[in-house]
């Protein structure tokens, strides 16, 4: 199993610009999930996802969009993207229940310039 | 992520010593708590949880710590190693919340000096 998968590692936008952050897991997760990371603020909740076609809003979840056409993806679309954008994203997933620990996926670490 | 470590408090610690790891929380519905570690580059990576119906839970090295009194939790590493040095964070849930979202602590670096 690869776990979860998360492309491109590294990416730097102009403001303005859109783009779309991958996200995909092979372990039949139910869940799965994003945050965003800055400094000093620990991971906040970007959107999340319960399953296939069901997806809802975080902490965190303006200028962010979406969608979850299958179990295994789950991308994020930056519409517009803007320099409070810039941050490290982790997508993450779970066994659907109460209480399961989030397996992460190794980051994305974008700029907006 | 290469930005993580900023303006975080850090434990510095002799290698062979033991670390501990502390975390406040303020939700008193919090029922489900669990601590990750984080090593540069890479994304979270679970080592311990516990339930709000106990206070102690304990694993290969590690043992946490839950004063729900105090809303308190703890990370204790035994004979703390080289290959411990990363950040940790705690995270929470409550009994309230709708599906498997978590909330995060700002997370603790921990330093291990040879």
């Known amino acids: 199993n690869a776990g979860v998968t998360q492309t491109p590692k590294f990416q730097v936008l102009k403001t303005g610009q859109s783009m779309t952050l991958q996200c995909a897991q092979d372990?039949?997760?139910?869940?799965m999930s994003w945050y965003r990371q800055d400094p000093g603020m620990g991971l906040r909740l970007i959107h999340y996802s319960v399953g296939a076609g069901i997806t809802d809003q975080g902490e965190v979840p303006n200028g962010y969009n979406v969608s979850r056409s299958t179990t295994e993806d789950f991308p994020l679309r930056l519409l517009s993207a803007a320099p409070s954008q810039t941050s490290v994203y982790f997508c993450a997933s779970s066994i659907q229940g109460a209480n399961e620990k989030l397996f992460f996926g190794s980051g994305t670490q974008l700029s907006v310039l | 992520g290469e930005n993580v470590g900023l303006h975080l408090p850090t434990l510095s610690v002799q290698e062979g010593d033991n670390s501990i790891i502390n975390c406040a929380y303020s939700n008193s519905a919090s029922d489900y708590f669990i601590w990750y570690k984080q090593e540069s580059g890479k994304g979270p990576q679970f080592i311990i949880d516990?339930?709000?119906?106990?206070d102690k839970r304990q694993g290969q090295r590690v043992t946490v710590l839950l004063n729900k009194t105090v809303k308190h939790l703890s990370l204790q590493i035994a004979a703390t190693q080289p290959g411990d040095s990363a950040v940790y964070f705690c995270?929470?849930?409550?009994?309230?919340?709708?599906?498997?979202?978590?909330?995060f602590g700002g997370g603790t670096r921990v330093l291990v000096k040879p």
């Open positions: 516990i339930r709000s119906n106990m």
């Open positions: 995270a929470e849930k409550s009994r309230r919340t709708a599906g498997n979202k978590l909330t």
């Open positions: 372990m039949n997760h139910e869940y």
